[in-house]
């Protein structure tokens, strides 16, 4: 049974750097299908997609974020990570991190779902 | 960019009756990449549909998807208690790779 336990600093002041951890129990971190995402919830307002990272280091973020977030990985603890810098009070959110499956063949693409997911980390960006 | 719009917003209805939630695309999306969520309060979201219509690990067969091209739908048979939360709709997609709809909330009536 895979787990995901995540841990980070939970509040912040504006224009400092969010960082979160999240480690995968009970599992493997490389298989070349997972991809191991972050994803947030300002309060009242909907979920949006942070950005992900494979077992090689590959990157995809979105782009409203992309210029501020840096997710990295270590396959050695099967922990990845995401940094965010500069935050704002509009980057007040629960914070969740989730393993995604995207297997692609020569054919196609098959996208599987985000399946397991992080406890949730509140992080609270406040002068 | 696609848009997924999600209608409605609020669904006001009674355990045992049928829910039926609307995820609209702005661009066809492939029927591959679509999946819904279940979010509860104070809980990480769960996956319950990926595929369009494929079943997660483990979700009752109450609930189930259908749909394509710009048009999905999630359908819950017959409501039980725990089923009234917020669900989510998801494109995987190209930059970004992951967008959701902004959600339905299903509340008891």
């Known amino acids: 049974q895979v787990q995901l336990q995540q841990w980070g600093a939970g509040l912040l002041k504006p224009s400092e750097t969010l960082s979160l951890t999240c480690a995968v129990y009970g599992g493997s971190f490389s298989p070349y299908y997972w991809r191991w995402n972050w994803i947030r919830q300002p309060p009242g307002k909907g979920l949006e997609w942070i950005g992900e990272i494979d077992h090689s280091g590959s990157t995809n973020y979105n782009p409203s974020l992309k210029s501020r977030v840096t997710i990295s990985v270590d396959t050695s603890k099967n922990q990845f990570s995401l940094k965010l810098r500069y935050v704002t009070a509009a980057d007040t959110a629960v914070y969740y991190c989730?393993?995604?499956?995207?297997?692609?063949?020569?054919?196609?693409?098959?996208?599987?779902?985000?399946?397991?997911w992080g406890q949730g980390t509140t992080v609270t960006v406040s002068s | 960019e696609t848009v997924l719009t999600q209608s409605p917003g609020t669904l006001s209805l009674s355990p045992g009756e049928r829910a039926t939630l609307s995820c609209r695309a702005s661009q066809s999306v492939t029927s591959r990449y679509l999946a819904w969520y279940q979010l509860k309060p104070g809980q990480p979201p769960r996956l319950l549909i990926y595929g369009a219509s494929s079943r997660a690990t483990g979700i009752p067969d109450r609930f189930s998807g259908s749909g394509s091209g710009t048009d999905f739908t999630l359908t819950i048979s017959r409501l039980e208690p725990e089923d009234f939360a917020v669900y989510y709709c998801q494109q995987y997609g190209t930059s970004p790779q992951y967008i959701f709809g902004q959600g339905t909330k299903l509340e008891i009536k």
């Open positions: 989730a393993r995604g499956k995207v297997e692609e063949t020569t054919m196609r693409t098959y996208y599987s779902g985000m399946d397991v």
